[in-house]
């Protein structure tokens, strides 16, 4: 689920420290079907509507970006989430704005989330890839 280097794991900022975080990660990303994802794409849209991102054409970062992290399918090994996890009450209308030049894209809110700490789950997943 996560990648390995000569050290060990790359744990997510938050899991990185916390031991319950870290069970909390392995649970949430196995139920998903997902394993971290890695991409330069700055907002993560690009990457997960294209597979890949042409830097020049991204546009910083939305408000409720916050503990971010980036999935692949681990059935397609595609690109299928960006995930944040901010602090409070996320508008979506405002999520729904964010992915609405990527038709591939779709999104929701939820309480669930590995952070935990009153964090919203924001999903944006590309439901192509993940099949």
Not at 12 to 28: E, F, H, S
Not at 39 to 63: F, I, M, N, V, Y
Request: hydrophobic content about 30%; overall charge negative.
């Amino acid at each position: 689920m996560l990648g390995r280097d000569a050290d060990g794991v790359h744990w997510p900022y938050g899991p990185n420290i916390y031991v319950q975080m870290r069970a909390d990660l392995l649970d949430w990303a196995d139920r998903h079907d997902l394993r971290i994802g890695n991409t330069g794409c700055q907002s993560g849209l690009h990457w997960l509507d294209k597979g890949r991102c042409a830097k020049r054409e991204c546009h910083g970062k939305p408000r409720f970006y916050d503990h971010t992290t980036t999935w692949l399918s681990r059935t397609t090994g595609r690109p299928a989430l960006v995930f944040n996890q901010p602090y409070g009450q996320v508008d979506q209308s405002e999520v729904r704005e964010v992915i609405s030049e990527y038709p591939s894209l779709t999104a929701e809110l939820g309480p669930e989330s590995w952070y935990g700490a009153g964090t919203t789950g924001v999903y944006m997943w590309n439901e192509g890839n993940r099949l």
